[in-house]
């Protein structure tokens, strides 16, 4: 039975590109049903996009959240850089999916601003050709990344994180993040927004912050990359959902005939997950 959800907060989802896990988010959307589902920037990846890589997977999870719509979910599509081709649609409805470049929605007394996040980050801002160039740097890290794993995993290893690795121990990465989450919050608490929600840069997260004259709590959704993440609002708390954690919770699978059964598949992710910070 699918979880009830007030709201489900996803980001950097960069359909068209060889690192999406369409077939996970797609999975994961059918285990919910949100009231309002907000997809907060680089749903589909405009800089990467290419026709001869389009895969099934990633068109079917767009019919789906178009039938998520239909059906009554309330659809925000709030624009990213990555797809920032669609900001000169902003404020336009396309269907039932309303288009935003940033939203701001009163829920439970309390003011939340959604955005994705680029505005902080000045390689966007400062030259949009080196930015996508390092977009495209990133997709084939991902993709050899990938690969590795596939060798890995037949060797009964671990996974690895090429990109996480560099971003936890590049002290110019770590000054970046901190960087972007203090400009989000001290925005956030000079126009009096009690939640500030951003995705960008693939770091799920919920972080309150206390300050003498305001108090604000940042979030991120992270991605559908590596992190594989959602926010979730759920009778007024927010909360993160993680992909991984979420398998192994799962310990085994039903048949059809309702008998409980392992996956091998699952194991091997359960496996994969509890030995990541192993080396070769």
């Known amino acids: ?38 997809i907060n920037g680089d749903f589909i990846d405009a800089w990467q996009f290419k026709k001869r890589y389009f895969p099934k997977s990633h068109l079917e999870l767009i019919q789906y959240v178009i039938a998520m719509a239909i059906s009554g979910v309330k659809v925000y599509y709030i624009t990213g850089n990555h797809d920032d081709i669609l900001r000169k649609f902003s404020d336009v409805s396309i269907g039932p999916i ?9 829920l439970n007394g309390k003011k939340h601003w959604f955005f994705h996040g680029d505005i902080f980050d000045t390689s966007v801002m ?37 990109s996480k690795r560099i971003k936890n121990s590049v002290k110019q ?15 956030a608490v000079k126009n009096q927004f009690d939640y500030v929600v951003c995705g960008h840069i693939h770091r799920p997260v919920i972080r309150e ?18 992190n594989l993440s959602a926010l979730e609002l759920v009778d007024g708390k927010w909360k993160l959902f993680l ?3 979420s398998l192994l919770q799962r310990s085994a699978l039903p048949k059809s005939n309702g008998e409980l059964v392992s996956s091998a598949k ?3 992710r359960i496996k994969a997950t509890k030995n990541l910070l192993r080396f070769w």
């Not at 970046?176 to 989450?181: A, L, S, V």
């Not at 912050?209 to 590596?226: F, K, L, P, V």
């Open 1 to 38: 039975m699918a979880r009830i959800l007030d709201i489900c907060v996803i980001s950097d989802v960069h359909l068209g590109t060889y690192g999406c896990h369409a077939e996970e988010l797609l999975e994961y959307l059918k285990s919910i049903q949100p009231k309002a589902l907000i």
């Open 98 to 106: 309303v288009l935003k470049d940033s939203l701001v929605l009163k």
């Open 126 to 162: 400062i030259s949009p050709t080196l930015a996508m160039w390092g977009g495209k740097g990133y997709d084939y890290l991902i993709r050899i990344n990938r690969l590795i794993n596939r060798m890995r995993e037949k060797l009964g290893k671990p996974r690895i994180s090429f």
């Open 173 to 187: 990465a770590v000054k970046f993040i901190g960087d972007f989450e203090q400009l989000a919050i001290k925005h």
């Open 209 to 226: 912050n206390q300050g003498a004259d305001n108090s604000t709590t940042y979030m991120n959704s992270g991605d559908w990359i590596e």
């Open 243 to 245: 992909y991984e954690e």
């Open 266 to 268: 699952l194991r091997k």
